[in-house]
């Protein structure tokens, strides 16, 4: 929360999300990552997420939100 506070107070363009150290992702961890893209969407940041495991991943595409996180190298750009 504190980092992207930050990228919305510093005039940033686009945020990267490291997620390689993430081992678990539940539904909660994916709505809070829905709810920053939202936010970052409001102010024009795009979103991208890199380093996701292949567990992470599925996660992601049985929840149908893998492109609109930027999810397997592709950005999430305001407004998608």
């Not at 993430?22 to 920053?36: P, Q």
Request: hydrophobic fraction near 50%; proline fraction near 1%; charged fraction near 20%.
């Amino acid at each position: 929360a504190v980092v992207l506070a930050v990228a919305l107070l510093d005039g940033v363009a686009e945020v990267h999300l490291d997620l390689s150290e993430v081992a678990f992702l539940d539904a909660k961890g994916v709505r809070t990552l829905v709810d920053a893209r939202r936010s970052l969407d409001e102010v024009g940041v795009a979103l991208r997420t890199i380093g996701a495991s292949e567990q992470v991943r599925r996660v992601f595409a049985l929840t149908g939100t893998s492109h609109y996180l930027g999810i397997a190298g592709q950005p999430a750009s305001a407004g998608d």
